[in-house]
């Protein structure tokens, strides 16, 4: 499966943003679906994960809980990420990838199928 993140831009502080993940040559359909960010001079870290599975179970990290909403649509391979309330520490460029099924979806190893990332920068 091929991905493709998009829907970065910059905005100011409080301000939203909406990510999409298309994905191509498969449908998401059938995967779980993770979001993960990098800033400059840090390790890739987990932002949200959505299942495959009809209820559509979802985790977020701490840092993101209450202002970030990822979601999915199969019948148009996407999976999004709508985030509210924005802060300058969310600056980052975010990816989307595929979990592999194996162990804890929190750590980015155990995913696979990742696309270019879009840039968020939000300033304060």
């Known amino acids: 499966v091929q991905l493709q993140a998009s829907g970065g831009g910059s905005v100011q502080a409080g301000g939203s943003l909406g990510l999409s993940c298309a994905g191509s040559?498969?449908?998401?359909?059938?995967?779980?679906v993770g979001w993960f960010r990098q800033a400059p001079g840090k390790e890739r870290e987990f932002v949200a994960v959505i299942s495959w599975s009809g209820g559509h179970a979802v985790e977020y990290a701490e840092s993101v809980k209450g202002r970030f909403t990822i979601s999915r649509d199969n019948a148009k391979s996407t999976v999004y990420l709508q985030m509210n309330s924005l802060k300058s520490e969310d600056t980052a460029i975010y990816y989307c990838a595929i979990w592999t099924g194996c162990n804890n979806p929190v750590d980015p190893s155990n995913y696979e199928d990742w696309g270019h990332g879009t840039q968020v920068t939000v300033s304060s």
């Open positions: 040559g498969r449908s998401l359909g059938s995967f779980a």
